[in-house]
């Protein structure tokens, strides 16, 4: 069986709502994971070089999958850093749900859960305010299962 994902039908929060990724920077982020996995459910990490993530470097996060629905940050960007206002690398999401609040660790399960990606567009807490964001997690696969995640986040009014 080959998963059919389209970027304008992402999965929103739950299975009834389909949303367009109204992010350009988010959409081509789509468009390279979609044109690295082919015919497999999810591209593994190594098919991504450094210099093909250059565009989104600052916004990046990469997420290793740890037993019992842990996450950490592998990376976080800089940009992410300035713009909430602390560096989440090296942290696991329930250590930094203070920070974050509780919605990130349900993204990351769900995209393991589902083995697909998800596209959000919501408030998010940073050190000074609530932003209101867009965000894109994609799964990366190796051995049938998910692995890691690669996501980015953009402020929803930036280009």
Not at 71 to 92: I, P, V
Not at 151 to 156: C, F, N
Request: charge should be negative; glycine fraction near 8%.
């Amino acid at each position: 069986m080959i998963l059919q994902f389209k970027r304008q039908m992402l999965s929103y929060h739950d299975d009834s709502h389909d949303v367009t990724i109204s992010h350009p920077a988010l959409g081509a982020l789509f468009d390279l994971w979609d044109a690295k996995r082919g015919s497999r459910q999810a591209p593994p990490r190594s098919d991504f070089s450094h210099e093909d993530l250059l565009p989104w470097f600052g916004h990046l996060m990469i997420l290793d999958c740890l037993d019992g629905n842990e996450y950490r940050y592998r990376l976080y960007g800089t940009t992410l850093t300035q713009l909430f206002g602390f560096d989440l690398t090296g942290k696991t999401v329930s250590a930094s749900a203070d920070r974050i609040g509780a919605k990130p660790l349900d993204e990351y399960t769900r995209v393991v859960r589902i083995g697909a990606p998800i596209y959000v567009s919501r408030s998010s807490p940073s050190a000074r305010e609530y932003l209101q964001v867009d965000k894109l997690a994609l799964p990366l696969m190796e051995g049938g299962r998910v692995t890691k995640i690669l996501g980015a986040i953009y402020p929803s009014d930036s280009e």
